[in-house]
Protein backbone atom coordinates (compact mmCIF):
# COMPACT_ATOMS: atom_id res chain seq x y z
CA UNK A 1 0.00 0.00 0.00
CA UNK A 2 1.27 3.59 -0.58
CA UNK A 3 2.13 6.18 1.97
CA UNK A 4 2.71 9.27 2.02
CA UNK A 5 5.89 10.62 5.26
CA UNK A 6 6.11 14.76 5.67
CA UNK A 7 9.29 15.47 7.64
CA UNK A 8 8.72 17.82 10.00
CA UNK A 9 5.41 18.65 11.43
CA UNK A 10 6.11 22.52 12.02
CA UNK A 11 8.43 24.57 9.77
CA UNK A 12 9.02 28.51 10.43
CA UNK A 13 10.23 31.08 7.52
CA UNK A 14 11.13 34.78 7.58
CA UNK A 15 9.20 36.41 5.15
CA UNK A 16 10.80 36.72 1.53
CA UNK A 17 12.95 33.72 2.90
CA UNK A 18 12.84 30.18 0.43
CA UNK A 19 9.89 27.75 1.02
CA UNK A 20 10.82 23.68 1.22
CA UNK A 21 8.19 21.57 2.93
CA UNK A 22 9.68 17.89 2.33
CA UNK A 23 7.42 15.15 0.90
CA UNK A 24 8.40 11.34 0.39
CA UNK A 25 6.21 8.49 -0.83
CA UNK A 26 6.29 5.15 -1.12
CA UNK A 27 4.27 2.95 -3.48
CA UNK A 28 4.66 0.33 -5.80
CA UNK A 29 3.32 1.42 -9.09
CA UNK A 30 4.24 5.38 -10.61
CA UNK A 31 1.84 7.34 -8.32
CA UNK A 32 -0.31 10.38 -8.75
CA UNK A 33 1.33 12.82 -6.42
CA UNK A 34 -0.86 15.86 -4.64
CA UNK A 35 -0.50 19.15 -2.52
CA UNK A 36 -3.07 20.84 -0.80
CA UNK A 37 -2.97 23.31 1.45
CA UNK A 38 -5.73 24.24 4.52
CA UNK A 39 -6.43 27.45 6.07
CA UNK A 40 -7.74 27.78 9.68
CA UNK A 41 -11.43 26.55 9.64
CA UNK A 42 -11.39 25.63 6.04
CA UNK A 43 -11.22 22.67 3.56
CA UNK A 44 -7.66 21.97 1.97
CA UNK A 45 -7.01 23.71 -1.35
CA UNK A 46 -5.38 21.88 -4.27
CA UNK A 47 -1.81 23.49 -4.91
CA UNK A 48 -0.65 20.81 -7.49
CA UNK A 49 -0.63 17.88 -8.98
CA UNK A 50 2.25 15.30 -10.54
CA UNK A 51 0.60 12.46 -12.97
CA UNK A 52 2.68 11.79 -15.55
CA UNK A 53 5.30 13.96 -18.02
CA UNK A 54 6.98 16.92 -16.76
CA UNK A 55 8.65 16.35 -13.29
CA UNK A 56 8.81 20.31 -12.04
CA UNK A 57 5.16 20.89 -11.51
CA UNK A 58 4.26 24.72 -11.13
CA UNK A 59 1.02 25.28 -9.13
CA UNK A 60 -0.93 28.12 -7.65
CA UNK A 61 0.75 30.84 -5.22
CA UNK A 62 3.85 30.47 -6.67
CA UNK A 63 4.40 27.14 -5.38
CA UNK A 64 5.99 24.11 -7.11
CA UNK A 65 7.22 20.58 -6.51
CA UNK A 66 9.21 18.23 -8.16
CA UNK A 67 8.91 14.80 -8.48
CA UNK A 68 11.81 12.48 -7.94
CA UNK A 69 11.41 8.73 -8.76
CA UNK A 70 14.86 7.58 -7.39
CA UNK A 71 14.44 9.90 -4.28
CA UNK A 72 10.53 9.53 -4.25
CA UNK A 73 10.14 12.74 -3.31
CA UNK A 74 7.98 15.39 -4.10
CA UNK A 75 9.33 17.94 -2.53
CA UNK A 76 7.30 21.45 -2.37
CA UNK A 77 8.70 24.66 -2.87
CA UNK A 78 8.66 28.57 -3.37
CA UNK A 79 11.26 31.11 -3.38
CA UNK A 80 9.93 33.47 -1.28
CA UNK A 81 7.65 33.40 1.46
CA UNK A 82 4.51 35.99 1.97
CA UNK A 83 2.85 36.17 5.51
CA UNK A 84 -0.17 34.80 3.44
CA UNK A 85 1.50 31.37 2.95
CA UNK A 86 0.93 30.51 6.83
CA UNK A 87 -1.05 27.66 6.71
CA UNK A 88 -0.88 23.76 7.15
CA UNK A 89 0.35 21.71 3.63
CA UNK A 90 -0.66 18.45 3.38
CA UNK A 91 1.14 15.80 0.73
CA UNK A 92 -0.86 13.44 -0.42
CA UNK A 93 -0.29 10.05 -2.93
CA UNK A 94 -2.94 8.37 -5.23
CA UNK A 95 -2.99 4.73 -6.22
CA UNK A 96 -6.18 3.27 -7.90
CA UNK A 97 -8.49 6.14 -6.49
CA UNK A 98 -6.75 5.11 -2.95
CA UNK A 99 -5.57 8.51 -1.63
CA UNK A 100 -3.75 9.03 1.17
CA UNK A 101 -2.28 12.13 3.04
CA UNK A 102 0.96 12.70 4.95
CA UNK A 103 0.37 13.95 8.36
CA UNK A 104 0.51 17.76 7.53
CA UNK A 105 2.94 20.42 7.53
CA UNK A 106 2.35 23.75 9.72
CA UNK A 107 4.10 26.55 8.10
CA UNK A 108 4.62 29.86 10.12
CA UNK A 109 6.23 32.73 8.23
CA UNK A 110 7.77 35.26 10.33
CA UNK A 111 7.69 39.28 9.43
CA UNK B 1 -18.46 27.03 -10.98
CA UNK B 2 -19.92 26.11 -7.81
CA UNK B 3 -17.43 24.01 -4.93
CA UNK B 4 -18.40 21.13 -2.54
CA UNK B 5 -20.85 22.17 0.08
CA UNK B 6 -21.23 20.81 3.62
CA UNK B 7 -23.91 20.86 5.62
CA UNK B 8 -24.06 22.09 8.78
CA UNK B 9 -20.88 23.78 9.64
CA UNK B 10 -21.46 23.26 12.78
CA UNK B 11 -23.07 20.07 14.93
CA UNK B 12 -22.96 19.68 18.83
CA UNK B 13 -24.19 16.60 19.72
CA UNK B 14 -23.61 14.23 23.55
CA UNK B 15 -22.24 10.96 23.37
CA UNK B 16 -24.86 8.15 22.63
CA UNK B 17 -26.67 10.31 19.84
CA UNK B 18 -26.53 10.18 16.05
CA UNK B 19 -25.05 12.69 13.62
CA UNK B 20 -26.13 13.19 10.05
CA UNK B 21 -23.37 14.93 7.73
CA UNK B 22 -24.50 16.10 4.00
CA UNK B 23 -22.18 16.73 1.19
CA UNK B 24 -23.00 18.23 -2.33
CA UNK B 25 -20.58 17.20 -4.79
CA UNK B 26 -18.71 19.46 -7.52
CA UNK B 27 -21.42 19.59 -10.71
CA UNK B 28 -21.15 16.54 -12.83
CA UNK B 29 -18.29 14.84 -10.31
CA UNK B 30 -19.64 11.36 -9.61
CA UNK B 31 -17.34 10.52 -6.36
CA UNK B 32 -17.72 11.50 -3.20
CA UNK B 33 -14.92 10.77 -0.11
CA UNK B 34 -14.98 12.00 3.38
CA UNK B 35 -12.30 12.03 5.67
CA UNK B 36 -12.00 12.61 9.69
CA UNK B 37 -9.50 15.14 10.79
CA UNK B 38 -8.82 14.72 14.05
CA UNK B 39 -6.64 17.38 16.12
CA UNK B 40 -3.31 15.56 15.64
CA UNK B 41 -4.00 12.74 13.70
CA UNK B 42 -4.23 14.57 10.34
CA UNK B 43 -6.56 13.12 7.47
CA UNK B 44 -8.28 9.58 8.00
CA UNK B 45 -9.79 8.03 4.81
CA UNK B 46 -13.21 7.19 5.78
CA UNK B 47 -15.79 6.34 2.59
CA UNK B 48 -15.41 6.90 -0.90
CA UNK B 49 -18.71 6.82 -3.08
CA UNK B 50 -19.02 6.38 -6.95
CA UNK B 51 -22.25 6.11 -8.83
CA UNK B 52 -23.99 5.77 -5.67
CA UNK B 53 -22.34 2.92 -4.22
CA UNK B 54 -19.56 2.15 -1.45
CA UNK B 55 -16.41 1.82 -3.00
CA UNK B 56 -14.02 1.94 -0.43
CA UNK B 57 -13.78 2.16 3.46
CA UNK B 58 -10.96 3.37 5.78
CA UNK B 59 -10.37 1.87 9.17
CA UNK B 60 -13.22 3.18 11.25
CA UNK B 61 -15.98 0.56 12.84
CA UNK B 62 -19.11 0.29 11.18
CA UNK B 63 -21.22 2.94 12.95
CA UNK B 64 -19.80 5.09 10.63
CA UNK B 65 -21.57 4.61 7.40
CA UNK B 66 -23.52 6.64 4.44
CA UNK B 67 -24.74 6.28 1.06
CA UNK B 68 -25.30 8.13 -1.98
CA UNK B 69 -27.83 10.07 -3.48
CA UNK B 70 -29.25 9.44 -7.45
CA UNK B 71 -27.97 13.07 -7.47
CA UNK B 72 -24.29 12.40 -6.33
CA UNK B 73 -24.35 14.18 -2.75
CA UNK B 74 -23.91 11.89 -0.16
CA UNK B 75 -24.31 11.67 3.83
CA UNK B 76 -22.06 10.56 6.58
CA UNK B 77 -24.21 9.39 9.90
CA UNK B 78 -22.36 8.29 13.16
CA UNK B 79 -24.43 6.26 15.29
CA UNK B 80 -23.24 5.95 18.69
CA UNK B 81 -21.22 8.80 18.98
CA UNK B 82 -18.30 8.60 21.17
CA UNK B 83 -16.43 11.56 22.69
CA UNK B 84 -13.14 10.71 20.41
CA UNK B 85 -15.38 11.46 17.29
CA UNK B 86 -15.51 14.92 17.78
CA UNK B 87 -13.31 15.82 14.57
CA UNK B 88 -14.06 17.82 11.36
CA UNK B 89 -15.49 15.79 8.83
CA UNK B 90 -13.92 16.80 5.21
CA UNK B 91 -15.43 15.64 2.22
CA UNK B 92 -14.21 16.17 -1.38
CA UNK B 93 -15.28 14.97 -4.71
CA UNK B 94 -13.95 14.50 -7.77
CA UNK B 95 -14.81 13.68 -11.39
CA UNK B 96 -13.62 9.92 -11.82
CA UNK B 97 -15.55 9.03 -15.03
CA UNK B 98 -13.65 11.62 -16.95
CA UNK B 99 -9.81 10.84 -15.78
CA UNK B 100 -9.74 13.67 -13.22
CA UNK B 101 -8.21 12.25 -10.16
CA UNK B 102 -8.02 15.40 -7.95
CA UNK B 103 -10.26 16.07 -5.28
CA UNK B 104 -12.09 18.76 -4.53
CA UNK B 105 -12.44 19.73 -0.76
CA UNK B 106 -15.76 21.47 0.95
CA UNK B 107 -15.29 23.46 4.05
CA UNK B 108 -15.57 20.92 6.76
CA UNK B 109 -18.45 20.27 9.15
CA UNK B 110 -17.03 20.57 12.35
CA UNK B 111 -18.80 17.96 15.04
CA UNK B 112 -18.32 18.17 18.60
CA UNK B 113 -19.37 15.27 20.61
CA UNK B 114 -20.01 16.41 24.57
Known amino acids: AQSVTQLGSHVSVSEGALVLLRCNYS??????LFWYVQYPNQGLQLLLK??????LVKGINGFEAEFKKSETSFHLTKPSAHMSDAAEYFC?????????FGAGTRLTVKP | EAGVTQSPTHLIKTRGQQATLRCSPI?????VYWYQQALGLGLQFLLW???????NRGNFPPRFSGRQFPNYSSELNVNALELEDSALYLC?????????????FGPGTRLTVL
Open chain 2, 92 to 104: ASSNRLAGRNEQF
Open chain 1, 27 to 32: SSVPPY
Open chain 1, 50 to 55: YTTGAT
Open chain 1, 92 to 100: AVMMWNDMR
Open chain 2, 27 to 31: SGHTS
Open chain 2, 49 to 55: YDEGEER
